[in-house]
């Protein structure tokens, strides 16, 4: 039965990633997170007004040409091979690595990244957005509800033939059960579709039910077995070795029933998985610590949640966050520009204009732009070394049927079959999307889609060398303050829940010209009890539904 509900959605409407109380479907649709968009949503500390209006297609150059230096800086650490399958990831916060305390639940801050739906950026060719807490699982949710079970023509045609034809032996074999056991009642057929949600008739209720599933002996858990396997038996009595003795009778009208179904049984075993599957994944759309489903942590949770896992404990992810040996760089230059605000260009790139170049603030009291400040010159070179690259996979719990039921539930198997024979008008036996796909969902490369990875660091050292700057005028701005935030661009805030920790180091360069200013960040956690201790993206890899047939 399908529900009225998608997959862990609770009564109210899911909350975004935000903390907003938007509609997760809806986000899911319409939301491709951009830093444009990000900034907009953040709440900055004191901002000060930029120098010049800000444009929105220099912003979304701006931001595509640190997020592409993200992605090409994480390629050269990772290697070509990992590194081919990433992408850059417009941003969408901080990545929590501390994702469980080893109990089998995930922390609700990495929970709400992971749990987005990844689609193609809508202003940054070749990055991707990351949707709403929750996104991806509502949008899955969609498609279930959306997935038909079909028989092309001819199998349709063969089968209903075989059904007429044996349809004399359907209904002794349900005489003789209820002349030997009596009538069958609503309550029965209600139990038995806890085993085969397919059971809905009297003779499926004793083919599937008592002799597939009871007789058999099967244990709690496990699917009837096949009318084919019966069928193919040399001895249906052996094979249903629990039938009690009166059931002789009814085990012969099941043997005259599969005989006359004849090679059409296989299609009824395909009708019976296909239908199956479908009711025990809209079953497992409602989480539970039944079928898999996950509790929250920071903070803790009463209510399910549909799975993800790594196989990347948090304690090795700490280890390769603490690595110092694997380093990504990221340099850019920047001018003062005539009209106010800044050129800026990235590795030799185009230049782009903006009005901040790195903000940094004590608290609500004290704010500006490094490069704003009397003394600071009008040429400036900016390295950010981020430590500690390191590749975390994640991944949804894939749907299956194991000895304790149906477990998990994403299925990308039945997503591509029924993509497929969708795309080729729904001709072929078994899943597709025969009314269509749901409104602004797009399945295949490009379409909707999962973080299989992230690609993380410990937060950047920068490093500002203030070469035409007179240094003795522009201390004088920053001597009372020794820790600060940062906030690069004036709209990318760094740092985390250690936002104000970072340490400031000015002084005059050895040639007596300029000067240079390093802005280092707290270190990672020494143990891995800081579920709220975030850390930047630099790319992700994606998975994209209905792409591959595993």
């Known amino acids: 039965m399908l529900k009225d509900r998608c997959v862990g959605e609770p009564a109210h409407v899911m909350a975004g990633a935000t903390g907003q109380g938007e509609d997760t479907m809806k986000a899911s649709q319409t939301r491709s997170t951009t830093l444009m968009q990000t900034a907009n949503r953040l709440a900055p500390r004191a901002p000060a007004p930029l120098r010049i209006a800000a444009d929105p297609t220099d912003k979304a150059q701006l931001v595509a040409a640190y997020i592409q230096a993200l992605k090409a800086q994480a390629v050269s650490v990772i290697g070509a091979a990992k590194g081919a399958t990433l992408v850059p990831i417009e941003y969408n916060g901080d990545f929590n690595w501390d994702w469980t305390t080893g109990n089998g639940d995930i922390n609700k801050l990495t929970y709400d990244y992971i749990s987005g739906a990844v689609s193609p950026s809508t202003d940054i060719p070749g990055a991707c957005a990351v949707g709403g807490t929750g996104s991806l699982p509502n949008l899955y949710c969609e498609l279930v509800k959306a997935l038909n079970w079909q028989f092309n ?263 591509y079959q029924a993509l497929n024979n969708y795309n080729n008008g729904s001709k072929d036996t078994g899943f597709t999307f025969q009314s269509g796909l749901p409104s602004g969902i797009k399945l295949g490369p490009g379409g909707v889609g999962y973080l299989s990875a992230v690609v993380v660091s410990a937060y950047p050292t920068i490093t500002v060398n203030f070469a035409e700057g007179d240094y003795s005028a522009w201390s004088q701005w920053l001597a009372a303050h020794a820790s600060v935030s940062v906030d690069l661009f004036g709209f990318i805030p760094l740092g985390g829940v250690n936002a104000g920790a970072y340490s400031v180091q000015a002084k005059q360069n050895s040639s007596g010209s300029g000067f240079s200013l390093t802005l280092t960040p707290p270190a990672v956690a020494t143990s891995t009890s800081a579920p709220n201790q975030g850390v930047p993206v630099l790319a992700g890899q994606v998975a994209w539904l209905g792409s591959s047939e595993a």
């Open 153 to 415: 023509q001819a199998d349709n045609t063969a089968l209903q033939a075989a059904l007429t034809k044996s349809s004399v032996q359907a209904q002794a074999i349900v005489s003789t059960y209820t002349g030997i056991y009596g009538p069958i009642t609503p309550a029965q057929i209600q139990a038995a579709q806890k085993v085969s949600a397919l059971v809905q008739e009297p003779i499926d209720y004793i083919l599937t039910y008592q002799a597939g599933y009871l007789w058999a002996g099967l244990p709690s858990g496990s699917a009837p077995i096949s009318v084919l396997k019966m069928q193919g038996t040399p001895n249906l009595r052996q094979l249903l070795q629990y039938a009690p003795p009166s059931a002789e009778p009814v085990i012969l009208e099941i043997s005259a029933y599969l005989n006359a179904l004849g090679p059409s049984a296989s299609l009824e075993d395909e009708q019976n998985f296909g239908g199956n599957l479908l009711a025990n994944l809209n079953d497992n759309l409602t989480p539970s610590a039944t079928n898999g489903g996950i509790l929250q942590s920071n903070p803790p949770s009463t209510q399910y949640f549909p799975a993800f896992s790594s196989n990347m404990q948090p304690g090795d992810i700490l280890a390769g966050l603490q690595n110092s040996s694997q380093v990504a760089t990221v340099s850019f230059t920047a001018s003062s520009a005539e009209q106010g605000g800044y050129n800026i260009s990235f590795s030799g790139g185009s230049s782009m204009s903006w009005g901040s170049l790195l903000e940094i603030s004590v608290g609500m009291n004290f704010q500006g732009d490094v490069a704003a400040q009397q003394g600071s010159g009008s040429t400036f070179d900016i390295t950010m070394t981020f430590p500690g690259v390191t590749m975390i996979p994640f991944a949804p719990a894939s749907y299956q049927n194991n000895s304790d039921g149906p477990m998990g539930w994403l299925d990308e198997t039945v997503l």
